[in-house]
């Protein structure tokens, strides 16, 4: 037997026990993953792997951190063994063979983690979150070095301490496990072996039956499917709500900036508007997993909010935090319990599939923007200027690093299908065009600043800022109609995107409809929203018609 670990002299083939973990703080969001390698007959930790990915899913960063698991055990001996132990419902039946494998993100880490050992060595066992403290620790040192800009590193890693399991003194490896090599962006990955005590070894689940296999990856036992893992809080991971930088809300349409009927400046959709803080997970603390999202209920823990595609599979496990203390994890339910009353209708069975999840792109700056000049669609069709397009690219590049995306979709007006064009270049996709993102019609009221228009049409302006019912001046489209057209187009592309994650090019009024109808909101909650150049923000939308806002007005990627 030969390889990094491997005793020529040594007789049967060694086992291991691999437990990996991911999360992101968001999904997608800031994620990282861990994985511990252990002595099958005497649970002695050999190797440990952790890294920070940049902003992924939650799916993906637990793949991630099987195969960096896979990685660090054949290191240690390729001719090994392994038996995976992971609290992911979804890649312990995926890689057993159970479940099928739809979402392309998924197909290339499943194929790339079956690839590891040959067919046969390797089988998959769930375990509930509680076992697999070792790994989720490791996987929350990684987001919280990547937080600080660091990268993880083993000499200060506690993950095998804070979980009881004893394990002498901690070396880096030259010829040891390493883990995440090749696997992705992010700051790099670390792993360390270790030597000491053995500690026992935890007793397998039990295991099921087999179906036929429908998916790359060596077949083995998985605990009872019914025991799959509720929603959780993070213990730590809040979200930041949007920051006026001025005063009362504002006025509608792409005329941001201008003074409004109190003197205060209008937070509508008007080109130009300042980039605040949007809704955005904050770095630091647990993952949120399994349904924590990145714009939860209000407050200041992020709620649990559902997500379908992170676990297909039925239970209703209690929720608690993810590797926290008692107190932690008793306040985490409490947030759990909270957020099922305020936020229902986000909330359903796991066996509803992936949701159609739209990312909201506002196209970048235009010669009228600084101008803070309403420009809708019925106006001179602008295209993008020099800093728009920096913006398009700095997005575009952020979008690259997520990796998340499987299509485009853009409003016909020229900066959309600008700003559409450079991301998609960068991604490598088709940009399709549906005429219901674009902006509204504000009539003769395009190409004016707020100000003219009031000195202009001080009448029309003061009903348009009374009802969402009327119209600009000469004929534009009012808010009602914008509405209307808005969810008719939502309702045709959560059909033809069912399950997948789609970018929506568009404009300030639209996206702040998407976000107010999956809200739930009055039309006047379109003046109490900031919305930057070339912000992203999403919303999911599930099977039985619930929805789920996810991001708000994210201009991190500008910085």
């Not at 190797?47 to 992924?56: I, K, P």
């Not at 890693?157 to 009881?164: R, V």
């Not at 000049?373 to 106006?379: H, K, L, N, V």
């Not at 969810?487 to 959560?494: I, Y």
């Amino acid at each position: 037997m030969t390889g990094a670990g491997a005793d020529p002299e040594a007789g049967p083939a060694r086992e291991f026990v691999v437990e990996a973990d991911g999360g992101s703080r968001g999904n997608p969001g800031p994620a990282g993953y861990g994985a511990v390698v252990l002595d099958a007959a005497t649970g002695e930790t050999l190797a440990e792997a952790a890294e920070y990915l940049g902003v992924v899913t939650n799916n993906v960063a637990e793949y991630r951190g099987l195969v960096a698991g896979l990685r660090a055990a054949r290191e240690l001996d390729p001719d090994a063994t392994v038996r995976v132990r992971m609290d992911s419902k979804l890649v312990v039946e995926q890689m057993s063979g159970r479940w099928k494998i739809k979402h392309p993100d998924m197909k290339p880490l499943a194929a790339e983690a079956a690839r590891v050992f040959p067919p046969g060595r390797v089988t998959y066992e769930w375990i509930p979150r509680a076992e697999n403290k070792h790994a989720d620790r490791l996987a929350n040192e990684a987001m919280d070095a990547g937080a600080r800009g660091e990268r993880w590193s083993p000499s200060t890693s506690t993950a095998d301490l804070d979980t009881g399991r004893s394990a002498g003194g901690r070396t880096a490896t030259d010829g040891g496990a390493r883990a995440g090599s090749g696997t992705g962006a992010g700051t790099g990955a670390a792993s360390a072996a270790r030597t000491g005590a053995p500690g026992a070894a935890r007793p397998p689940a039990e295991p099921t039956a087999p179906a036929e296999p429908t998916a790359p990856g060596a077949t083995g036992s998985a605990a009872d499917p019914t025991a799959a893992r509720g929603a959780s809080a993070s213990d730590s991971a809040g979200t930041r709500g949007a920051e006026a930088d001025a005063g009362p809300p504002g006025a509608r349409g792409d005329a941001t900036g201008a003074p409004g009927p109190a003197g205060g400046r209008r937070a509508g959709a008007v080109e130009g508007q300042a980039a605040v803080g949007g809704a955005r997970s904050a770095s630091g603390g647990s993952a949120v997993r399994d349904g924590a999202g990145a714009a939860g209920p209000a407050g200041p823990e992020a709620g649990p909010r559902p997500d379908a595609a992170s676990e297909a599979a039925a239970g209703s496990g209690a929720p608690g935090s993810v590797g926290s203390s008692t107190t932690s994890q008793a306040a985490a339910s409490a947030d759990v319990r909270a957020a099922r009353t305020v936020a229902s209708p986000g909330w359903g069975p796991p066996d509803m599939g992936a949701p159609a999840t739209f990312v909201l792109l506002r196209h970048g700056e235009t010669p009228l923007t600084p101008q803070k000049r309403f420009s809708g669609s019925g106006g001179s069709d602008p295209s993008l200027s020099a800093a728009g397009r920096e913006q398009a690219e700095k997005v575009a590049a952020s979008l690259a690093r997520r990796g998340t995306v499987q299509a485009i979709v853009a409003s016909p007006l020229a900066r959309t299908r600008e700003t559409a064009g450079i991301v998609a270049a960068r991604l490598g996709l088709e940009v399709a065009v549906e005429d219901g993102l674009r902006e509204t019609d504000f009539g003769a009221w395009e190409g004016l600043t707020f100000g003219e228009v009031r000195e202009r049409y001080p009448d029309d302006l003061n009903a348009w800022l009374s009802s969402p019912d009327a119209e600009p001046t000469g004929g534009g489209e009012s808010f009602a109609a914008t509405g209307a057209r808005v969810a008719a187009t939502r309702d045709r592309l959560v059909a033809a995107y069912a399950g997948r994650t789609v970018l929506l090019v568009s404009h300030v009024t639209p996206i702040k409809t998407f976000v107010r109808l999956a809200l739930g909101a009055p039309p006047e909650s379109l003046f109490r929203m900031e919305l930057s150049a070339a912000s992203l923000s999403a919303v999911a939308y599930y099977a039985d018609g619930g929805a789920s806002v996810r991001l708000f007005n994210d201009t991190s990627h500008l910085r």
